[in-house]
Antibody, heavy 128, light 111 residues
């Protein structure tokens, strides 16, 4: 049973960069067949897809267009981790951030995927 | 404002069948598969239905999904107290800003 665990600062100042890490157990972020990424949830609100990457070696990433200019998702095969960087944060980026694995496929810019495993989530507050 | 539209709330008594709707458009539900997630209070979401009507192992067959045109539905039969949660639909959207889109969620209350 794959396990995902998010870690990182719980408080980030406005205009700075939010950086989170997701440690993966019982699955490899380097192997094919899965997409590894992030979903966030603003307090008391619904879910928002941030983006995901195919296995680290492929370099294929897919981002939410509304966040694309500020987001980078990358991976570390040696640590079996993926990471999220979100630049120039504001209070609107305050949310619970979930690391999630997706099954399915992306073809020609169309993705038929579903999030089959989730981390427990970590709350990030943007405040001075 | 979510791209997929879900009613904010639904309720039922134990044993009843509750049906949750998810409305979209040709660029999302109309041309792509729909997935459903359950989020119990204070926990991470859990995959309930994928590819319109497929249940992952471990999900009770009380949960079923369907899709017709630009709408999808999740039915919960034999409603139980532990089904009290938020339910989200999701799909890929092929519009100019292609992305995974979610509904705003439906809060199910077991009376």
């Amino acid at each position: 049973q794959v396990q995902l665990r998010e870690s990182g600062p719980g408080l980030v100042k406005p205009s700075q960069t939010l950086s989170l890490t997701c440690s993966v157990s019982d699955a490899s972020v380097s192997s094919g067949g899965y997409y590894w990424g992030w979903v966030r949830q603003h307090p008391g609100k619904g879910l928002e897809w941030i983006g995901y990457m195919y296995n680290i070696d492929s370099g294929s990433t897919y981002y939410n267009p509304s966040l694309k200019s500020r987001v980078t998702i990358s991976g570390d095969a040696s640590e079996n981790q993926i990471s999220l960087k979100l630049t120039s944060v504001t209070a609107a980026d305050t949310a619970v951030y979930y690391c999630a694995r997706s099954e399915g496929y992306c073809l020609g810019g169309n993705c038929q995927t579903w999030f089959d495993a989730w981390g427990q989530g970590t709350l990030v507050t943007v405040s001075s | 404002q979510s791209v997929l539209t879900q009613p904010p709330s639904a309720s039922g008594t134990p044993g009843q069948t509750v049906s949750l709707s998810c409305s979209g458009s040709n660029s999302n539900i109309g041309s792509n598969a729909v997935n459903w997630y359950q989020q119990l209070p204070g926990t991470a979401p859990r995959l309930l239905i994928y590819a319109n009507n497929q249940r992952p192992s471990g999900v009770p067959d009380r949960f079923s999904g369907s899709k017709s045109g630009t709408s999808a539905s999740l039915a919960i039969s034999g409603l139980q107290s532990e089904d009290e949660a938020n339910y989200y639909c999701a799909a890929w959207d092929d519009s100019l800003n292609a992305s995974v889109v979610f509904g705003g969620g439906t809060k199910v209350t077991v009376l």
